[in-house]
């Protein structure tokens, strides 16, 4: 059963950059049928897509955000990895990795975040 | 961008009740909808995919309809353990969540 668990510091300084990893275990990364996404959600507040990759390193990300994010994957590793840039108090948040799973029906492709991982506190203060 | 419009944002309801959560997309978004439950702490749960495709391992009480712009979440028989707040998502364009329905105890 894949599981995806997140890691990174849990405190950054205003203006600096954001940096977190999820690893997967448990299954695969490289299949055809998953993009592997990050997800935030403020304290009390509902959840904001950030962006998501695929193994080929063909990203989407947010327009909110765009400017300042980075997503990346190490297969090797089984890992992927986001760089939030100049980050303020507003990116304070729980962030969620998740694996976005693609249903071919052979007519239309569809999309799901199937698997999440537990989540990690990020709080920006000085 | 899309946006997703959830209606109530809560709502209170007895266990045994039939619930209806609402969504509505800014656009049409054909049937590229989801919805997730998050209870207090944990991380989302993916119910309903494709605006009415029951996850795997998800209760048949749970049940997903609409297409184009409206979109509807059904719990059928309200159980102790669906109180909880529920998410819809577009997979159109990029992602956007609604802003999330809390369904409280009676």
């Known amino acids: 059963q894949v599981q995806l668990q997140e890691s990174g510091p849990g405190l950054v300084k205003p203006s600096q950059t954001l940096s977190l990893t999820c690893t997967v275990s448990?299954?695969?990364?490289?299949?055809?049928?998953?993009?592997w996404s990050w997800i935030r959600q403020p304290a009390g507040k509902g959840l904001e897509w950030i962006g998501r990759?695929?193994?080929?390193?063909?990203?989407n990300y947010n327009p909110s955000l765009k400017s300042r994010v980075t997503i990346s994957v190490d297969t090797s590793k089984k890992q992927f990895s986001l760089k939030l840039s100049s980050v303020t108090a507003a990116d304070t948040a729980v962030y969620y990795c998740a694996r976005e799973y693609v249903w071919d029906t052979g007519a239309y492709y569809y999309y799901g975040l199937d698997v999440w991982g537990q989540g990690t506190t990020v709080t920006v203060s000085s | 961008d899309i946006q997703m419009t959830q209606s109530p944002s809560s709502l209170s309801a007895s266990v045994g009740d039939r619930v209806t959560i609402t969504c509505r997309a800014s656009?049409?978004?054909?049937?590229?909808s989801n919805w997730y439950q998050q209870k207090p702490g944990k991380a989302p749960k993916l119910l309903i995919y494709a605006a009415s495709s029951l996850q795997s391992g998800v209760p048949s009480r749970f049940s997903g309809s609409g297409s184009g712009t409206d979109f509807t979440l059904t719990i059928s028989s309200l159980q102790p353990e669906d109180f909880a707040t529920y998410y819809c998502?577009?997979?159109?364009?990029?992602?956007?969540f609604g802003q999330g329905t809390k369904v409280e105890i009676k």
């Open positions: 448990g299954g695969s990364i490289t299949s055809g049928n998953y993009y």
């Open positions: 990759i695929y193994t080929s390193g063909r990203t």
């Open positions: 656009q049409s978004i054909d049937s590229y």
């Open positions: 998502q577009q997979s159109y364009s990029n992602r956007t």
